[in-house]
Nanobody, 131 residues
Framework: QVRVVESGGGSAQAGGSLRLSCAASGSVYSGSTISSYCMGWFRQAQGKEREGGARIYTGTGDTLYTESVKGRFTISEDNAKNTVYLQMNSLKPEDTGMYYC???????????????????WGQGTQVTVSS
């Protein structure tokens, strides 16, 4: 089965940086030879809904960012390590929340970023940004 594990969360000052890692294992294609997939990062702040931050389509490296993180966060993939990263720069207090990594088949990587597009989720890693 698919397993997703996040790491790298912690505390940072406003304007600082953190890098989150997401290690994935198992097949999202149930035995298919297709190697491409969609990986996304989401944030859920206290009392708020989980919202998308970024996603990457590994087949082409295509990325998508929501307006709140565009220009500050970068999603990338290390195929050799089967790991996706979220480099977070210029952090703001409003970036605080639980960050979740999600995975699914490549067709989920469309023009939007929704929790409904992903079936496999990690347990989350906490990010706290102070002013």
């Amino acid at each position: 089965q698919v397993r997703v594990v996040e790491s790298g969360g912690g505390s940072a000052q406003a304007g600082g940086s953190l890098r989150l890692s997401c290690a994935a294992s198992g097949s999202v294609y149930s035995g298919s030879t297709i190697s491409s997939y969609c990986m996304g990062w989401f944030r859920q702040a206290q009392g708020k809904e989980r919202e998308g931050g970024a996603r990457i389509y590994t087949g082409t490296g295509d990325t998508l960012y929501t307006e709140s993180v565009k220009g500050r966060f970068t999603i990338s993939e290390d195929n050799a390590k089967n790991t996706v990263y979220l480099q977070m720069n210029s952090l703001k207090p409003e970036d605080t929340g639980m960050y979740y990594c999600a995975a699914d088949r490549s067709y989920r990587c469309g023009a939007s970023l929704s929790v409904a597009d992903f079936r496999y989720w990690g347990q989350g890693t906490q990010v706290t940004v102070s002013s």
